[in-house]
């Protein structure tokens, strides 16, 4: 079982790379071509806060893409990881409520080369993104678990020959 979980471990780390790579593209993109525009403090602290979180997100993804035992101990980085990008995804929902774009989980405009495909397109990979590094943290608490239980079991003499 250890091995399926590492390399499971491995299939989410890599996911968790995807999606803040291309949200780090979407936002970064943006926020290169807005920075002479006179957007307002707040919307450019949301923009930077999502890029920061990919950003960070990219770095942790990439340090812990290597499977060994210690990345599994650190599922309340990961919980503390997907709670930020849940945030990030609500301040996303909540910049885009202005523009014509539809609801929230309205992501059919994803495949347009436009404005509203573009944002919707990083609203719904920070949403993805926030899932699998919870996702991950979930393996981390079940993987300590399960060392843990064994850990007590074979100390109270369970396994003893």
């Known amino acids: 079982m250890p091995v399926i979980s590492r390399l499971f471990s491995v299939v989410l780390r890599i996911a968790e790379l995807a999606c803040a790579a291309v949200v780090a593209g979407i936002v970064g993109y943006y926020l290169h071509i807005w920075h002479e525009d006179h957007l307002s403090a707040w919307?450019?602290?949301?923009?930077?806060?999502?890029?920061?979180?990919a950003g960070l997100s990219l770095l942790l993804?990439?340090?812990?893409?290597?499977?060994?035992?210690?990345?599994?101990?650190?599922?309340?980085?990961?919980?503390?990881?997907?709670?930020?990008?849940?945030?990030?995804?609500?301040?996303?929902?909540?910049?885009?409520?202005?523009?014509?774009?539809?609801?929230?989980?309205?992501?059919g405009y994803i495949g347009?080369?436009?404005?509203?495909?573009?944002?919707?397109?990083?609203?719904?990979?920070?949403?993805?993104?926030?899932?699998?590094?919870?996702?991950?943290?979930?393996?981390?608490?079940?993987?300590?678990?399960?060392v843990d239980h064994r850990r007590r079991n074979y100390y109270y003499g369970r396994y003893a020959v």
Do not use: M
């Open 43 to 53: 919307d450019q602290g949301r923009w930077i806060y999502t890029e920061v979180i």
């Open 112 to 146: 347009d080369n436009d404005l509203c495909g573009r944002w919707k397109a990083a609203e719904a990979f920070s949403f993805l993104s926030a899932v699998i590094w919870l996702v991950s943290a979930i393996l981390g608490i079940y993987f300590v678990w399960r």
């Open 61 to 107: 993804g990439l340090l812990w893409l290597i499977p060994t035992a210690h990345t599994f101990f650190i599922w309340p980085i990961d919980l503390i990881i997907a709670l930020c990008w849940f945030a990030a995804f609500g301040l996303e929902v909540d910049a885009l409520n202005g523009l014509p774009c539809g609801g929230a989980f309205d992501w």
